[in-house]
DNA sequence: GCTCACAATTGAACATGTTCAAATTAACTG
DNA sequence: CAGTTAATTTGAACATGTTCAATTGTGAGC
């Protein structure tokens, strides 16, 4: 779906400057504001050329999206290394996510319907999507490896899916968030963190065993369904 | 926004007439190919008509979301006047969700994303989609209250709501949907249901106590937040 | 029945995402 | 360096959601 590599030096500048044009329109204008004619005109190049190394306007959210993944990461990696507690590595991973996306809060709500909508091929759950996804999944998988807290091995093995699904509404929330500098969604990552790590040391808790094995398998059987 | 209601028998035969050839065109070749010329071209009626009764493309499709949701309410009638198990009610109401939909799930997918807009006013948070979200709402009120459980009142108050945005996750799902018959879904309803009340019963034990309170008083503060 | 304000209707025009066949340029081969 | 192949670029053409000024129909008040 990555169509179109370049294959030349040439080729190599007009897709980075294309890309560049791109997220700096999307930034200055938000995502439907951005015509492809006005991104193929800041980059210098014709409207078609553009075609050429995105199949789509939509791929150039995909990429949009990568770019943001990108700066978290890179944000995150200090705290990473650092800290040791769950909650600490969570919630901080969480504030980073916002931060980093803050630049992007008058945009997200467009790129984020693109990349929702089941019927695009670029949806979180769809094959075009899976590296990404991977990488995000992988990253919470680092942030639950990392901690010293000892996790069941079955919680563990699901956890950074739900994660990642967690940072999805995060997310929705982030963009309906109204509040001063969005101080609304600091408290609510706040309060929901804390509320996952404690309901992760609770899953021990016999009455909970029976809930705790449901829930999980539900997950499970959902992943190897999709997966197939 | 449900702008330019008719003022006149002719206007009325119009309008309906419009409706229904969108419907009946979303359902034949879902959302994306049926494009407002082929509307108004079955209606009988110009492309410029359409437009004054529905000012968008969208704004058909909050409709078509309001024809299901009707079908719906009929359907789950002998269900909650007869039943009064709470398991029972809710997975009777989430099978009909699905039974009623299932006729237009190759189309669902469009419609979802659409009305999943953040960006979009229909979106289901927004102003314009209150009517009906309000409907809904008080269906699962329904739900919850015709029961014979005994449910504490803090978790009545939320539990409406949260069953609204648990339907959408359930949708959600049955998008993604491709065993045969759907059968997946039923499934994933059953468990789910069945978790949701199992959940319920066990908020009472004290240990769940304050996460209870935490998970209600979040709720809350982002239903209020939201109000306003 | 006449008139007039307003509703309803129309279709052309516009904006924008997308496609494509043709032209141009780069890279490689002998 | 000449020639050939493939990558790149181009701009015109297309489809479709949307707007709008102009036209036509309708019904209320006299």
Redesign the interface.
Known sequence: MAIAAPKTRRGETSRAVILQAALDLFQERGY?ATTMRAIADRAAVSLGSSYHYFPSKEHLVLEFYRHTHDLHAEAIKPLLARDRDLAARLRGTMRAVIVTCEPFHAV???I??TV?????PLNP?GPASKPLRDEVVALYAEVVNGSESRIPSDIAEMLPLALWLYQMGIL??W??DK?PGRL?TLE?ID??T??IV??IS?AN?P??R??RR??LS?MKS?VD??AS
């Open positions: 439907e997200a709500g467009s984020f319907s929702a909508n089941p019927a695009s759950f929705y929330f963009i309906f509040s609304r609510v309060d929901t804390d509320l404690r309901l609770l808790l009455v909970l029976g809930s449901r829930v539900l959902i369904s999709q």
